[in-house]
């Protein structure tokens, strides 16, 4: 094995684990028919059929994947035009808006959104949008208004251009911050997706609420696995992704 | 432009600007007959008529203009005007019932359009502008809000009674209260739980460097797993505890219902308690300790009337964070039959009435602005030194 991917496999080791776990269980749950057996012996059926669990978990990723894509550019690009001078009016009220909205429950939002947008997966998509912003904006703000404005002074007394200074020097220093807010977005975003399986989005709360419905715990318990399994191999990856980050930026 | 002019707000103009699009281009109330069917939708100058509609334009125009060259004396016009506006709100809704609802038919109902949401929304960020630029104290922000929300009582008492939300309400009213009962009940015996459990942990694990690693570890990791899955994850083992212990049923311990919830909710609050706990009793300042014990304090002395009290505001913030988290994870519990407000929103998800979700997603939301808000001001005033 070569020196490089040992350290890769010894940085990334854990949530390569995790990923490895989560792609096991969701091929093969029906290996483990016995098992939900015992647990739930007078079901007729004991391992969720009605769609393959690799599919639940695609869709899934992709609903909690495009949101937070469009949350991060959003997020970050928000933060961004109020902190330039041009901006600055709006600084106040974005970051009051940012640290206010913290305080709402993602359930009461995802609810909300519904009357509004209507059934269907889209409706999450937006939902979790606007929901996972705050966080990206709030950190992103925290991160680019910590940075010491004598750092910002020498990299433009170097010549460089504000974008240059953006790119360069700001945006490299407010990363660990902002990076740590995306943590907490996709976090939350990953078990208020399992919820959107009751506004009628498919993904892997299906089977925890066809469980609780028709009183199966087996199917809870195979959707509450897999994305527990999910949340644990994204969490562990930003954590890899934030020690490094801080090493490197020491 | 005169030497003393202020730059002009373009926050409020903007905000007002599309507040006004809104009112005109969205949905403002639906109307529908019963409350199967959904409702016909109506925009404002489809109610009042073009003259009404532009004429209600004035306010946030002038608001808008204020807002342009501003000074203290016409940021506080600004910030009445936006007052008014949203006391005329519910009065909006009661004009277009009058209009729009053929009062022979009971059942016939006023649902709220989008342009009444966005309206809404853009009204309180002109309202939280405003406060920041005339720099009131929280406390002012809140007194303002008091008008507003006599009007909306009166309104609700008076003359909406077509309105869908309020019917939803009526309709069932006896388990609304209890719902807000169960939800505080639930939110309370896990903050209060988790209270106790995370302090004692925290000083628990303070001597010991290797205890925090491995309690964090778990703590962490029980935050990462979503509310949903460990909801469900707790359902099993519950349910046998409950059909084998005999003690455990006799207190009401089944796979569904407040047990799973409780428990839940109180491992999902520990890691927010302990961690602030932990924070504030290290963060105080070791000189201090340091001269109390040289003052001829005993260490119990030092640890009641010293770290403690200092360590007081912190703690509070953990209360606060948790307590915000518990009243929006307890909308999930509802899921396995732990009551709740959270019941309604999933009652009229499944039967896609809109209403009963909002009558359910409403108080949440208001519930989490006021313990937030409660609570910070709590943490706030007991800082050493007063309110900051």
């Known amino acids: 094995?070569?020196?490089?991917?040992?350290?890769?496999?010894?940085?990334?080791?854990?949530?390569?684990?995790?990923?490895?776990?989560?792609?096991?269980?969701?091929?093969?749950?029906?290996?483990?028919?016995?098992?939900?057996?015992?647990?739930?012996?007078?079901?007729?059926?004991?391992?969720?059929?009605?769609?393959?669990?690799?599919?639940?978990?695609?869709?899934?990723?992709?609903?909690?994947?495009v949101a937070s894509l469009l949350a991060i550019v959003a997020g970050v690009?928000?933060?961004?035009?109020?902190?330039?001078?041009?901006?600055?009016?709006?600084?106040?009220?974005?970051?009051?808006?940012?640290?206010?909205?913290?305080?709402?429950?993602?359930?009461?939002?995802?609810?909300?959104?519904?009357?509004?947008?209507?059934?269907?997966?889209?409706?999450?998509?937006?939902?979790?949008?606007?929901?996972?912003?705050?966080?990206?904006?709030?950190?992103?703000?925290?991160?680019?208004?910590?940075?010491?404005?004598?750092?910002?002074?020498?990299?433009?007394?170097?010549?460089?251009?504000?974008?240059?200074?953006?790119?360069?020097?700001?945006?490299?220093?407010?990363?660990?911050?902002?990076?740590?807010?995306?943590?907490?977005?996709?976090?939350?975003?990953?078990?208020?997706?399992?919820?959107?399986?009751?506004?009628?989005?498919?993904?892997?709360?299906?089977?925890?609420?066809?469980?609780?419905?028709?009183?199966?715990?087996?199917?809870?318990?195979?959707?509450a696995l897999l994305i527990g399994l999910l949340a644990l191999t994204v969490d562990s990856a930003f954590e890899r992704l934030l020690g490094w980050r801080r090493i490197r930026f020491r | 432009m005169r030497r003393d002019a202020p730059r002009p707000n373009?926050?409020?103009?903007?905000?007002?600007?599309?507040?006004?699009?809104?009112?005109?281009?969205?949905?403002?109330?639906?109307?529908?007959?019963?409350?199967?069917?959904?409702?016909?939708?109506?925009?404002?100058?489809?109610?009042?008529?073009?003259?009404?509609?532009?004429g209600a334009c004035l306010p946030p125009l002038a608001v808008a203009v204020l807002a342009w060259h501003p000074s203290p004396a016409r940021l506080r016009h600004a910030l009445v005007l936006i007052v008014l506006l949203l006391m005329a709100l519910p009065a909006w809704l009661g004009l277009a019932a009058t209009r729009l609802v053929d009062p022979e038919l009971p059942q016939a109902r006023l649902g709220l359009g989008s342009a009444f949401w966005v309206l809404l929304f853009l009204l309180l960020l002109a309202l939280i502008e405003l406060r920041s630029r005339l720099a009131l104290s929280r406390l002012v922000g809140w007194v303002l809000l008091v008008p507003v929300l006599l009007a909306w009582w009166l309104a609700l008492a008076?003359?909406?009674?077509?309105?869908?939300?309020?019917?939803?309400?009526?309709?069932?009213?006896?388990?609304?209260?209890?719902?807000?009962w169960h939800h505080l009940a639930l939110v309370g015996a896990a903050v209060g739980a988790s209270l106790v459990i995370g302090v004692a942990l925290a000083l628990l694990m303070r001597p010991h460097a290797g205890l925090q690693r491995a309690g964090f570890g778990v703590l962490n990791f029980l935050q990462t797993i979503p509310s949903l899955a460990l909801f469900g994850l707790l359902l099993a083992p519950l349910a046998w505890l409950g059909a084998n212990v005999e003690w455990l049923a006799a207190l009401g311990v089944r796979g569904i219902g407040w047990a799973p919830a409780l428990l839940a909710l109180i491992g999902y609050s520990l890691l927010p308690m302990v961690r602030n706990t932990f924070v504030a009793l290290e963060g105080v300042d070791p000189a201090v300790i340091e001269s109390a014990r040289g003052m001829g304090m005993s260490r119990r002395q030092v640890f009641l009337q010293v770290r403690l009290p200092l360590a007081l505001p912190v703690i509070l913030e953990g209360v606060r964070i948790t307590t915000v988290q518990a009243i929006g994870l307890t909308a999930v519990a509802a899921l396995i039959g732990a009551g709740g407000l959270g019941g309604f929103i999933f009652q009229g998800l499944g039967q896609a009435a809109m209403d009963l979700v909002l009558l359910g997603a409403l108080p949440i939301l208001v519930m989490a602005l006021v313990a937030d808000a409660l609570l910070g001001a709590l943490s706030e005033r007991l800082h050493p030194g007063g309110a900051r």
């Not at chain 1, 940012?98 to 009357?115: C, D, E, K, N, R």
């Not at chain 2, 939300?165 to 006896?174: G, K, M, V, W």
């Open chain 1, 1 to 65: 094995m070569t020196p490089g991917l040992a350290a890769g496999l010894r940085r990334w080791g854990v949530p390569l684990v995790w990923l490895g776990l989560l792609l096991l269980a969701s091929l093969g749950m029906a290996e483990l028919e016995a098992v939900f057996r015992w647990l739930e012996p007078d079901s007729r059926e004991v391992i969720y059929r009605r769609t393959e669990f690799l599919t639940l978990l695609g869709r899934h990723l992709l609903v909690v994947g």
């Open chain 1, 77 to 223: 690009g928000a933060a961004v035009l109020v902190t330039r001078p041009f901006g600055r009016d709006f600084l106040p009220l974005v970051a009051q808006f940012a640290s206010m909205g913290q305080t709402f429950p993602p359930v009461a939002v995802l609810a909300l959104a519904v009357p509004v947008l209507g059934f269907g997966t889209l409706p999450i998509i937006v939902a979790l949008l606007l929901y996972g912003l705050l966080p990206i904006v709030r950190n992103s703000l925290a991160g680019l208004q910590g940075i010491d404005p004598a750092v910002h002074e020498a990299a433009r007394g170097m010549g460089m251009s504000r974008g240059q200074v953006l790119r360069q020097v700001e945006l490299p220093l407010a990363a660990p911050v902002i990076l740590a807010g995306v943590r907490t977005s996709v976090t939350i975003n990953i078990a208020t997706a399992a919820l959107g399986a009751t506004v009628g989005a498919s993904n892997l709360g299906d089977p925890i609420i066809s469980g609780i419905v028709n009183g199966n715990t087996a199917y809870i318990v195979q959707g």
């Open chain 2, 10 to 54: 373009r926050v409020l103009p903007l905000l007002m600007l599309v507040a006004l699009a809104a009112w005109l281009g969205l949905v403002a109330v639906s109307v529908a007959p019963n409350r199967i069917v959904p409702g016909t939708g109506f925009r404002a100058h489809e109610v009042v008529g073009w003259a009404g509609a532009l």
């Open chain 2, 158 to 180: 008076s003359w909406l009674e077509p309105l869908a939300l309020l019917q939803e309400y009526r309709a069932r009213s006896d388990q609304f209260a209890t719902a807000v």
